[in-house]
């Protein structure tokens, strides 16, 4: 298999933790502005942010389609060549969905460390018509594709469900 596991916690840093939590500042920034509660970036190589993005998709005038995930992911391929995206890590709030799993790879990001997993992200929402949530892992997306995506997640899952609390109904 081309896609690491939860176990694989030694690839973590401390820079890796600071981004992830920063990208949960980002959703609780978005849950703020009135939007859904979701914050990634991407970040180089080295650990410098190359975009931030927070969740635009809640009506009425949101475009569902404009997920943190996939709106940092096409902003830093506009930005970096796909070689130089091989080497960039997409930290997100909380695991990313099908579509932006997509996006991820079509972007060519080599890494994704995330923080709420979409199993625990489904017992804060519960059926809410705003957020139809696929149980479909992020790993079983890329692990079907013909490039590797490294991915590291869930972590630090009582942090990112903090922005969700009291917000889905």
Same mark, same amino acid.
């Given at each position: 298999?081309?896609?690491?596991? !939860? @176990? %694989?916690?030694?690839?973590?840093?401390? &820079?890796?933790?600071?981004?992830?939590? &920063? @990208?949960?500042?980002?959703?609780?920034? $978005?849950?703020?502005?009135?939007?859904?509660?979701?914050?990634?970036? %991407?970040?180089?190589?080295?650990?410098?942010?190359?975009?931030? @993005?927070?969740?635009?998709?809640? !009506?009425?005038?949101?475009?569902?389609?404009?997920?943190?995930? #996939?709106?940092?992911?096409?902003?830093?391929?506009? #930005?970096?060549?796909?070689?130089?995206?091989?080497?960039?890590?997409?930290?997100?709030?909380?695991? !990313?969905?099908?579509?932006? $799993?997509?996006?991820?790879?079509?972007?060519?990001?080599?890494?994704?460390?995330?923080?709420?997993?979409?199993?625990?992200?489904?017992? #804060?929402?519960?059926?809410?018509?705003?957020? !139809?949530?696929?149980?479909?892992?992020?790993?079983?997306?890329?692990?079907?594709?013909?490039?590797?995506?490294?991915?590291?997640?869930?972590?630090?899952?009582?942090? @990112?469900?903090? $922005?969700?609390?009291?917000?889905?109904?």
């Amino acid at each position: 298999m081309n896609v690491r596991h !939860p @176990a %694989v916690a030694a690839t973590l840093s401390e &820079q890796d933790m600071a981004l992830l939590r &920063q @990208a949960i500042a980002l959703a609780e920034a $978005s849950r703020e502005r009135g939007r859904h509660p979701f914050g990634a970036l %991407v970040a180089d190589e080295h650990g410098n942010v190359i975009v931030t @993005a927070g969740n635009n998709s809640m !009506p009425p005038e949101g475009d569902p389609t404009q997920h943190a995930e #996939l709106v940092a992911a096409a902003a830093a391929a506009k #930005l970096l060549s796909p070689e130089a995206l091989a080497r960039c890590t997409l930290y997100t709030s909380a695991e !990313p969905c099908c579509m932006c $799993s997509g996006a991820i790879y079509w972007c060519n990001i080599g890494r994704v460390v995330y923080a709420l997993s979409e199993h625990k992200l489904l017992g #804060l929402t519960g059926d809410h018509p705003e957020n !139809p949530t696929f149980s479909l892992p992020c790993r079983e997306v890329f692990v079907r594709g013909q490039r590797p995506v490294e991915v590291i997640g869930p972590l630090i899952e009582d942090e @990112a469900a903090g $922005s969700h609390v009291g917000f889905w109904g």
